[in-house]
């Protein structure tokens, strides 16, 4: 059984920064493609970035240049490194496959950017 264990999350000030981790267990983590995904009230789920396999990554075009995802495959641990953070970024992070694994979505963390 697939689980995602997000953390992280806080109040920041414009222009600041957090990292996001995702702690997961049940799957095999090396070889899956990873994601961040955040949704904001009244909006619905939508992909910030991925990461395969591989190393490769894709950002959607509003964090890109900002946002930095990564994984670390001794940990099973994938990470968001969020800089420049403006609030139209506050929203509740969640990590899962890519596509996703719709019965595995996690609780998310709240990332409130705000003076």
């Known amino acids: 059984q697939v689980q995602l264990v997000e953390s992280g999350g806080g109040l920041v000030q414009p222009g600041g920064s957090l990292r996001l981790s995702c702690a997961t267990s049940g799957m095999i983590f090396r070889i899956v493609t990873l994601g961040w995904y955040r949704q904001a009230p009244g909006n619905q789920r939508e992909l910030v970035a991925l990461?395969?396999?591989?190393?490769?990554?894709n950002y959607a075009d509003s964090v890109k240049g900002r946002f930095t995802i990564s994984r670390d495959n001794t940990k099973n641990t994938l990470y968001l490194q969020m800089n420049s953070l403006k609030p139209e970024d506050t929203a509740v992070y969640f990590c899962n496959k890519n596509p996703p694994h719709e019965n595995s979505w996690g609780q998310g963390t709240q990332v409130t950017v705000s003076t």
């Open positions: 990461i395969t396999f591989t190393g490769s990554t």
